[in-house]
């Protein structure tokens, strides 16, 4: 690992008559955090199994689909990342799409956007069905690299060929299928969620559909999905343990963008430093350093603002 070495250059410049503007210097932690992508979510294949019985309701319908296009644009849909399925279940099973339908973020909440509640029963079980012999196939877009993941959103249990519902799960999670269970409100099935899910840590219990939108929620599911994926969500997040070399390479785990907005011109440099009034601010091994020049004049005790 290398030692953060963050330059900027120090060459005095001629004061303007008003009152210069301070510099943003000493926020090189949280500014340097705008420049570095680390993953922490490797590839998946997701699918989405929804509730469109008449206990949902059109309103709280909507807001299911905006949980699902949410958190989809948080596991970054891409031919190489996210991709996403959705079934839908009434009286019977609807599949809306595949993985291999849409492999952009755009054409994704788009073709969520397409779904309509249904207003029927609740044949949880025929959606379960539905997503293990039409959804997780190769043919269809499932992936050997990326885990079958499934979250299935319920407000109430099975009133449908109830029967079927376990046993679709249990059959879909021996086929690998990790599944994932979201109750909504006061009316759902701890047994039945459970049966589904296979074991307590994989059921996410909210009051109602408003808390269901709520970030914890949404990062609740994001972690407990990315954790099984390749990467996985890192226990706690460091910026500075990068290497810095990686800059170099446009796309790496390292790479730097900057905002147009920015105050100040950021270069990856390396070599020597510009001017012998430039020089990191530890000393660090390696060949690569960050060399920031600002607008504004500054001088010492300049403090970020």
Same mark, same amino acid.
């Given at each position: 690992m290398l030692t953060l070495p963050f330059v900027y250059d120090?060459?005095?410049?001629?004061?303007?008559?008003?009152? #210069?503007?301070?510099?943003?210097?000493?926020?090189?932690?949280p500014v340097l955090r705008q420049f570095f992508v680390i993953p922490v979510c490797g590839p998946v294949d997701l699918a989405f199994l929804i509730d469109s019985s008449g206990s949902i309701g059109k309103s709280n319908f909507a807001?299911?689909?905006?949980?699902?296009?949410?958190?989809s644009r948080k596991l970054t849909v891409s031919p190489d990342s996210a991709r996403i399925a959705v079934v839908s279940f009434g009286t019977e099973a609807m599949l809306h799409f595949r993985l291999n339908s849409h492999v952009t973020l755009k054409s994704t909440e788009a073709a969520i956007d397409q779904i309509r509640w249904k207003d029927q029963w609740a044949n949880t079980g025929a959606a379960l069905r539905e997503m293990k012999d039409h959804v997780f196939k190769t043919e269809h877009g499932d992936r050997s690299n990326a885990p079958n993941?499934?979250?299935?959103?319920?407000?109430?249990?099975?009133?449908?060929?109830?029967?079927?519902?376990?046993?679709?799960a249990e059959s879909a999670r021996n086929a690998g299928i990790n599944i994932f269970v979201i109750g909504v409100g006061w009316e759902v099935d701890s047994f039945e969620m459970k049966g589904i899910a296979g074991s307590r840590d994989r059921i996410k219990h909210v009051g109602d559909f408003e808390k269901l939108m709520r970030e914890s929620t949404l990062k609740s599911m994001f972690s407990k999905i990315c954790n099984l994926t390749s990467i996985g969500r890192p226990k706690r997040q460091? #910026?500075?343990?990068?290497?810095?070399?990686?800059?170099?390479?446009?796309?790496?785990?390292?790479?730097?963008?900057?905002?147009?907005?920015?105050?100040?011109?950021?270069?990856?440099?390396?070599?020597?430093?510009?001017?012998?009034?430039?020089?990191?601010?530890?000393?660090?091994?390696g060949k690569y350093y960050i060399y920031m020049s600002s607008k504004y004049p500054r001088k010492n005790g300049d403090r970020a603002v």
């Open positions: 120090e060459v005095p410049s001629t004061p303007k008559t008003s009152t #210069p503007k301070t510099s943003r210097l000493e926020l090189i932690g807001k299911m689909l905006t949980f699902m296009k949410t958190l993941v499934a979250v299935l959103i319920t407000d109430g249990p099975s009133n449908r060929n109830s029967w079927q519902t376990v046993p679709n460091i #910026p500075w343990q990068c290497n810095f070399e990686g800059l170099a390479r446009k796309g790496s785990i390292c790479d730097m963008v900057q905002s147009r907005n920015d105050a100040f011109d950021w270069t990856l440099k390396k070599g020597a430093t510009p001017s012998r009034w430039t020089g990191p601010t530890a000393a660090y091994e």
